[in-house]
Each structure stands twice: as structure tokens, then as C-alpha cells.
């Protein structure tokens, strides 16, 4: 039995964005795309729960090990909600599933991107966690995407998680035979 959850757009004026977002960027980019609105943000939201359910393999640094390790990186998600964000759980999925059904597109969408690092060699080690916040600003034909690094190291760069992000949403959108986005510009600092 699926629950519909009872919300309103009166209820949660912030679903999807922030207060503030961080003037200091350390990425911009712009996607453009030739599909409805509608479907871009709904395959949006498939594709990052497509990124957060399955860990990317990668190559790591630790600081108690020479070059680089087989490693994997695990994204925990979150949707701007006002002053913070919401995990971006499947609840959370459905929620804003329904406010895109019952208002139409977001103007824009701010994202939290935790990102966790796992070496699986038996010995424990301590890796620092990347945070990002990412803002998706929508025009027709186009997505401009800022970048923020909040805080770690930068094992994935800021242009390297541009590049994930475009191609788990070009996969998305593979599988439903729409038009992939293409990248007109990236600059990273």
C-alpha cells in the first residue's frame, strides 16, 4: 500500500533551497538540456538516489599509506530546507516528488553532498569526509550549477563531482530515452 503524504507548499516555503548560499564558489557550471522542466528535476531526483544507494569505486590517499588505494566513496545526500538541510531519504524523495506533481519545477534546488571515504584493506583507518553544497539554478535550456566546498580535503575535486553528477543524470535519463544534457561550461577554482 503506497502512503501519500498530506504537505503543502504553505507548510515548507523553503522545500529545496536555502536561506543563504555561500557566495565563495569553488565550481560553476552549466548544463544545458531539451527536455521538459517537469521530467529533468523528477529524473534529477532518481539520479541522485541512484548516487547515494550505490558507492563509486575510486582511487584514495590516506595520510598512513604511500600513493594512492582502491577505495570507495559512499554520498550521503541532503535538499536545502530553509537554514539547513533534510537527509534526502526516500520520504524525503516522495516529498519533493509531490511538490514538483502539486507546483510545478523548482526554481532552484540547493543540495547537500556528503561525501564518505572507505579504504577496505582490514586495517582501520581514519579518512576525512568531503562536504559540498551544490546549487541547481534552472532556466529554459539551461542549469547553471554552483559548487561550494564546505569542508575536507578535496579527494574529489570540484569539477570531478560535476562530472559525476551530469553523468549518474545522464544515465537516468538514458534509461527513460530523453535527450542527455550536455556540458556547455565548467570553471573550478
Not at 94 to 111: C, I, K
Not at 124 to 135: K, P
Given at each position: ?17 536555502l ?10 557550471a ?12 523528477k ?42 538541510f ?8 516522495e ?38 553544497i ?56
Amino acid at each position: 500500500m503506497k502512503c501519500k503524504l498530506s504537505w503543502n507548499l504553505e507548510n515548507d516555503p523553503w522545500l529545496g533551497a536555502l536561506h543563504q548560499f555561500p557566495t565563495v564558489l569553488n565550481a560553476r557550471a552549466s548544463f544545458l538540456y531539451d527536455i521538459n522542466l517537469d521530467s529533468l528535476q523528477k529524473a534529477i531526483m532518481s539520479a541522485l538516489g541512484s548516487l547515494q544507494r550505490t558507492p563509486k569505486t575510486s582511487e584514495i590517499t590516506i595520510a598512513d599509506l604511500a600513493g594512492y588505494s582502491e577505495g570507495q566513496v559512499v554520498f550521503k545526500l541532503g535538499i536545502g530546507n530553509g537554514d539547513g538541510f533534510d537527509s534526502l531519504d526516500l520520504k524525503e524523495e516522495e516529498r519533493v516528488l509531490q511538490r514538483l506533481e502539486n507546483h510545478g519545477p523548482f526554481a532552484t534546488l540547493d543540495l547537500a553532498f556528503h561525501l564518505h571515504y572507505m579504504i577496505d584493506d582490514g586495517r582501520r583507518h581514519r579518512v576525512h569526509e568531503d562536504h559540498y553544497i551544490v546549487r541547481l539554478a534552472f532556466q529554459p535550456g539551461r542549469v547553471e550549477v554552483l559548487v561550494h566546498h564546505l569542508k575536507g580535503v578535496k579527494r574529489i575535486q570540484p569539477d570531478e563531482l560535476v562530472h559525476l553528477v551530469l553523468r549518474e543524470l545522464n544515465v537516468e535519463l538514458g534509461k527513460n530515452r530523453y535527450p542527455l544534457l550536455e556540458l556547455e561550461s565548467l570553471n573550478s577554482t
